[in-house]
Nanobody
Framework: QVQLVESGGGLVQPGGSLRLSCAAS????????MAWYRQAPGKQRELVAA???????NYADSVKGRFTISRDNAKNTVYLQMNNLKPEDTAVYYC??????????????WGQGTQVTVSS
């Protein structure tokens, strides 16, 4: 089994910062692309930031210059540093990863989500 566990969400004032973490565990042979998505109430889930195995990054226009995605391969962990947070960043943030298990089966996995609320 493979699990993705997010942490680091919470309540922050506008202009503040948060750092989300997502740790992958289980029978992992390799981790390919990792990404963060978010879903606000009444809206569709959207891609926030993605990081490929080649270290290429992709960001939603709404977060460019404010959010940074990074990973620690030794810890099988991906991070999302969020600065200058705005009320419109309020959402449940989900970690997503393409993982090859020891069985050599490649599959896509989701974390359970972590709530980020930006409010004064």
């Amino acid at each position: 089994q493979v699990q993705l566990v997010e942490s680091g969400g919470g309540l922050v004032q506008p202009g503040g910062s948060l750092r989300l973490s997502c740790a992958a565990s289980g029978s992992i042979f390799s981790i390919n692309a990792m990404a963060w998505y978010r879903q606000a109430p009444g809206k569709q889930r959207e891609l926030v930031a993605a990081l490929t195995t080649g270290s290429s990054t992709n960001y939603a226009d709404s977060v460019k210059g404010r959010f940074t995605i990074s990973r620690d391969n030794a810890k099988n962990t991906v991070y999302l540093q969020m600065n200058n947070l705005k009320p419109e960043d309020t959402a449940v943030y989900y970690c997503n990863a393409d993982i090859t298990r020891y069985s050599r089966v490649l599959a896509n996995y989701w974390g359970q989500g972590t709530q980020v609320t930006v409010s004064s």
